[in-house]
């Protein structure tokens, strides 16, 4: 045999000390190296793109929980909010949102004389657009909930508009203002200006959490409120459907089930269809639960259903893992003093396989939450600016998920909806942390070996 | 009653049915528990079932069948015209649901008292307005016809909700009459109600089967419907792909499954040789206190939802691969294309492959490596001579199976892969996917009569046979691998 069985040519003839190095071995050795690296090359490349995709998400997403608001007192003039002038709440419903964008925009002004802002290359437009066409229906909502202020002169903080954001954000500049039809260099000086003086600001954005999602021409309104309800209606959905078939499935197939075909036939479904791709589910809940029962479409039920028969064959596999896991004797000796097997499974073999289940069907239920192709086909990515009502009847309204807004504001025009899009990512990501820690806490806490 | 306070009921009256079978058996056997066949919770729990189950039952059938009965009913007091098709029989009844919701809604509020709203003629009044009042804005004025049959929906629904409460109820009691009748000593409750146990795990356990025949079913039947109205060959031999709505579209598979196949392709020449060598050296390489950090940070990776590879793809990969790639080479300015989608379904894939090939590197015996160790080799010529070798069939079932995962993502080429259906070598294209175009046409304002729509359910059911033909042949490979060594 010759020491390079590797080569296959014959060995070199070794000339001096055995223990130095010939250039043969000295090759090995490279290529060994070598192969190695390749390993931490291939880690190192998969871990920084990881890396470069999380900080680009937090980077441009952060931004959503900063809103620019303008701070200035609002007089809310009762000739205009309340022509007839006896505060009857009916009578001023009339009053529409024009109404209000008139004594906000006279308050505006109001404030920037006060103070001697100079606004003269502006015209009266471009400072009115400084405000969010989303402010008036918020200040229409305050005062219709409490008349009592019609007359009063209150101190608000009013959303800026989209580009104001964008640009105390970075992310619209003078340049870029040049191209924008919507917003001007002279409006972006004027808000340097107002920014100098205090009015304008970027504040903490509790709204984005909150709020619904708004209109294509409002980006600083929109919020995640209905989707984190829709998202946490179908969470509750899904764990109360597809928890308890998913156990007693695993309780079946590990415990009961004959070895005969059919069981071999519900095995064979079971991996095959966590293989299926998310999207088929989607086609089969349009055509099974819209179609074919007449559930409504967008619903937290249809999307819980849809993502419950995708879920399912996750937690059986995790359930039936952790069923295993319990030994033998157990069984045996619960058998010998005398339970029926129904006895032994309910009251030894489940209590101790408890801790896995759980922790199976949290990871379960963080793929669930993260899961969107099915949703989109069920209607879910339509624009739903109501919050679903309240259980049992709500999880019938419609209603949006997590996942679904993010892939819905990715695709509208605005930018400002691309950094709502990696806010709303952060928020996702922040739940999946949350599940995912308290898999391992519950790992860690009730693990058992036997 | 609503459906939902009945089911509440039947709740409270199982509970109550618990107590009084305990009670009564316990009763039965002289107060002595060693009297009865079984202990004496499961004469309770035969009670219960035996109140909630057929109650069930009958609240689930009526759910079902009265809203067919009715709306055949009323059918009849519609205008012939409304008979004539499907369509219009189902949009005159959304109709007629619309006007009998914005009754109860009057009546709700007071606008109008029940006998109002029952006896109404749209020759007195103007019942759009009425109902305009209380926040049912409806499209056009209410026909004469529409009102009747509103009238007669709301008088045959509150009739069927009566029906349901008594008979929910009746049968409910009547259980729980015959469960308590049937109490004994000598009763074997235990059996019974571990056979009822039995039967819910049965049907559990085939919830999987049902699922998978609803899609088989739910996509053939559609398929079929496409077919009949676009011809076989046309689809899956048709060269263009150009949906119009309005008729005289050209449906042909062709375009989208080379896009999917060679957005795959480069999703695969990314994500198994990263994957691979992340394997070989966590399995081969790596000490225990790297493999406890790595292992679990690549994994972090399968647990980010794909959408957030979709943005990621959409926001930076695009730009980056255009304006560094694409544009300075002249190969195109589209930020979507086959590269960046490939790109990021590649990096999604890269966990699923190296989990799986680690967990099969770990499967190969050690004493084939002391072997080889023993002739003189180092460990990469181990690898590459004796471990991966032998390994090589598991392997290629986790490439397998992560080409069918490749195939059947959604989120990343919805984002990153544009919506042109193209025929061409260039990556730095935008081409588009089988998923995006189910996306596509099955999103919106859908009509499911015409082929644009059904042929969303043709291009599903193809998915399915294909990622479903890609798995049970990895499994296979991967089952036939294992028997080697064990």
């Given at each position: 045999m010759t020491s390079a069985p590797m080569t296959g040519k014959p060995a070199p003839v070794r000339s001096g000390s055995i223990l130095a190095p010939t250039p043969h071995m000295l090759r090995r050795r490279r290529s060994e190296t070598r192969f190695r690296l390749y390993g931490i090359v291939a880690i190192v490349i998969s871990l920084s793109i990881l890396a470069v995709m999380l900080v680009t998400i937090f980077g441009n997403g952060y931004g959503a929980f900063r809103q620019a608001k303008l701070t200035f007192p609002v007089t809310l003039d009762a000739q205009v909010l309340d022509p007839k002038g006896n505060r009857q709440?009916?009578?001023m419903v009339k009053v529409t949102t024009v109404g209000y964008a008139k004594v906000l925009t006279q308050s505006f002004r109001a404030e920037l004389t006060a103070r001697g802002i100079d606004t003269a290359d502006l015209s009266d437009k471009d400072i009115a657009a400084l405000v969010s066409k989303d402010a008036p229906g918020v200040l229409r909502a305050q005062v219709l909930a409490d008349t009592s202020l019609v007359g009063q002169t209150i101190p608000m903080s009013v959303l800026a508009g989209g580009r104001i954001d964008g640009f105390l954000k970075g992310r619209v500049t003078m340049e870029s203002a040049r191209l924008d039809s919507n917003i001007n260099p002279e409006q972006l000086q004027f808000a340097e200006r107002l920014q100098q003086a205090g009015i304008l600001g970027l504040h903490w954005n509790v709204a984005f959490l909150t709020n619904p999602d708004a209109s294509d021409q409002r980006p600083e309104a929109a919020g995640l409120g209905v989707a984190i309800l829709g998202s946490l209606y179908m969470m509750i959905l899904v764990a109360v459907m597809c928890v308890p078939v998913g156990v007693a499935a695993s309780i079946y197939l590990e415990e009961f089930a004959p070895k005969n075909r059919w069981t071999d036939l519900i095995e064979v479904n079971v991996a095959n269809l966590a293989a299926v791709p998310s999207i088929v589910f989607g086609i089969l809940g349009l055509a099974v639960f819209i179609n074919f029962a007449g559930l409504p479409q967008s619903s937290s039920l249809v999307g819980a259903l849809v993502i419950s028969l995708r879920t399912l064959p996750t937690v059986i596999i995790a359930t039936r893992a952790s069923i295993r896991?319990?030994?033998?004797?157990?069984?045996?000796?619960?058998?010998?003093?005398?339970?029926?097997?129904?006895?032994?499974?309910?009251?030894?073999?489940?209590p101790l396989a408890m801790p896995g289940i759980l922790t199976g069907t949290i990871l379960g239920l963080a793929v669930a939450l993260g899961d969107t192709a099915p949703l989109l086909l069920i209607g879910m990515v339509a624009f739903v600016d109501n919050y679903p009502g309240t259980p049992v009847d709500g999880f019938l309204d419609p209603a949006t998920a997590l996942p679904v807004q993010v892939y819905s504001w990715a695709t509208r025009s605005d930018p400002a909806f691309i950094e709502r899009s990696n806010g709303a990512i952060i928020v996702l990501l922040g739940f999946l942390l949350v599940m995912n820690v308290a898999a391992i806490i519950l790992r860690r806490r009730f693990e058992r070996r036997w | 009653m609503t459906a939902f306070f009945l089911l509440v009921t039947i709740l409270i009256l199982a509970l109550v049915g618990y107590i009084l079978g305990r009670v009564r058996a316990m009763a039965r056997a002289g107060g002595d528990a060693r009297g009865l066949h079984?202990?004496?919770?499961?004469?309770?729990?035969?009670?219960?079932?035996?109140?909630?189950?057929?109650?069930?039952?009958?609240?689930?059938?009526?759910?079902?069948?009265q809203p067919v009965v009715i709306e055949r009913k009323v059918g009849t007091l519609l205008p012939p015209a409304a008979l004539e098709t499907d369509t219009a029989f189902t949009l005159a009844m959304d109709d007629v649901r619309r006007v009998a919701k914005g009754l109860d809604l009057a009546v709700a509020n007071g606008v109008m008292t029940d006998s109002d709203a029952s006896m109404i003629r749209t020759e007195f009044t103007d019942v759009r307005e009425r109902l305009a009042q209380v926040g049912v804005a409806l499209g056009s004025n209410v026909s004469k016809e529409t009102l009747a049959a509103a009238q007669s929906y709301r008088k045959l629904t509150a009739l069927g909700a009566v029906g349901r409460t008594i008979a929910v109820l009746a049968v409910a009691l009547a259980g729980l009459a015959w469960a308590l009748a049937v109490t004994g000593p000598k009763f074997r409750a235990r059996n019974r109600v571990e056979a009822i146990i039995m039967g819910a795990l049965v049907i559990a356990s085939s919830i999987a089967i049902l699922t998978t025949v609803g899609i088989i079913w739910s996509m053939l039947s559609e398929s079929l419907a496409f077919f009949r109205q676009y011809p076989f060959t046309e689809f899956f031999f048709g060269l263009t792909w150009s949906p119009n709505f309005k008729g005289g579209?050209?449906?042909?598979?062709?375009?989208?499954?080379w896009g999917t196949l060679y957005i795959s392709l480069v999703s695969m020449i990314v994500a198994v040789p990263l994957g691979l060598f992340t394997a070989i050296y966590l399995a081969e390489y790596a000490s225990p206190a790297v493999r406890a950090v790595v292992k679990p940070a690549i994994e972090v990776i399968a647990g980010i939802p794909t959408v957030v590879f979709g943005l990621f793809a959409l926001m930076t990969v695009g730009p980056l691969l255009r304006d560094w790639i694409a544009a300075p080479m002249g190969l195109g300015n589209s930020g979507s294309s086959v590269m960046t989608a490939g790109l990021v379904i590649g990096?999604?894939?890269?966990?699923?492959v190296s989990s799986l090939a680690d967990d099969i590197l770990n499967a190969v015996p050690q004493a084939l490596r002391d072997g080889s160790y023993g002739l003189g080799a180092t460990k990469s010529e181990t690898v590459k001579q004796v471990v991966l070798p032998a390994a090589l069939p598991g392997i290629m079932g986790a490439v397998l199976m992560a080409a069918s995962r490749a195939i059947g993502e959604t989120m990343v080429v919805a984002m990153g892969a544009g919506a042109a259906a193209k025929l061409s070598l260039n990556p730095f294209e935008a081409m588009t996917t089988m998923t995006v175009k189910i996306v596509g046409q099955l999103t919106g304002d859908t009509d499911f009569a015409s082929p644009e729509t059904l042929v969303a359910f043709a291009l599903g059911l193809t998915l399915f046979v294909l990622t479903l033909g890609l798995n049970v042949v990895?499994?296979?490979?991967?089952?036939?691998?294992k028997e080697q060594y064990e």
């Open positions: 709440r009916e009578e896991a319990v030994p033998p004797s157990i069984r045996d000796a619960a058998l010998g003093v005398g339970a029926s097997r129904m006895q032994t499974v309910f009251h030894h073999v489940l | 079984s202990l004496p919770n499961y004469y309770g729990w035969h009670a219960a079932l035996m109140t909630m189950l057929p109650a069930l039952a009958v609240l689930i059938l009526w759910l079902i069948v579209s050209e449906l042909g598979f062709v375009p989208l499954l990096i999604l894939n890269i966990p699923f990895a499994l296979q490979v991967v089952r036939k691998y």
